[in-house]
């Protein structure tokens, strides 16, 4: 897998500063990373933003590592098959998220906000430390998630491995 090479979190603060949520931003990033693009999979993240439609729950970042891990793992037809790295690389991604890029996995202990309150919102979004915050673990996500693809490829490389069918 050949990787397009800018800065990833250049990337990840430009996709934000233009209204994407972080489950959009990461999966952005690691598509541009891959040299690919799905709009339909960016606008079925949307959905994701704040903590799922606003509830402060998980991290969209997390969200949106899971989602560009399962483009590229995933199975897409009938005919196709998941790979078998998906869940052990998702469940790696979600751990991974916690120990090193974050104390949280929720986005209201994250943030600090309370998406549902628009007074807490506006807050949010006039503050540039959580901005900066969020920026900060975007860019961190999608680069976690390339490095962990990387790597799988080459172990399947050096095994003689093929990527499985989606």
């Known amino acids: 897998m050949n990787f397009a090479e800018f800065d990833i979190a250049e990337r990840a603060a430009f996709y934000l500063g233009k209204g994407f949520h972080c489950s959009q931003t990461v999966l952005h990033v690691v598509q541009d990373l891959l040299g690919e693009e799905d709009e339909a999979a960016v606008r079925m993240m949307g959905g994701f933003g704040a903590g799922i439609g606003g509830m402060g729950s998980v991290c969209g970042a997390i969200v949106g590592g899971v989602a560009a891990l399962g483009l590229n793992r995933g199975k897409g037809t009938v005919e196709g098959k998941q790979d078998p790295s998906l869940f052990p690389l998702c469940a790696e991604l979600y751990h991974r998220f916690g120990t090193e890029i974050e104390t949280s996995h929720f986005c209201a202990d994250i943030s600090g906000t309370d998406f549902t309150k628009p007074e ?8 540039p430390e959580k901005i900066s915050r969020c920026i ?4 961190k996500t999608a680069a976690l998630v390339k490095d ?17 069918s989606r």
């Not at 919102?121 to 503050?127: C, F, R």
């Not at 900060?136 to 860019?139: D, F, P, S, Y």
Request: charged share 30%.
């Open 120 to 127: 807490e919102v506006k807050a949010y979004m006039n503050s």
């Open 136 to 139: 900060r673990l975007v860019g």
């Open 148 to 164: 962990m693809l990387s790597r799988e490829d080459a172990k399947s490389s050096s095994a003689g491995v093929k990527s499985s």
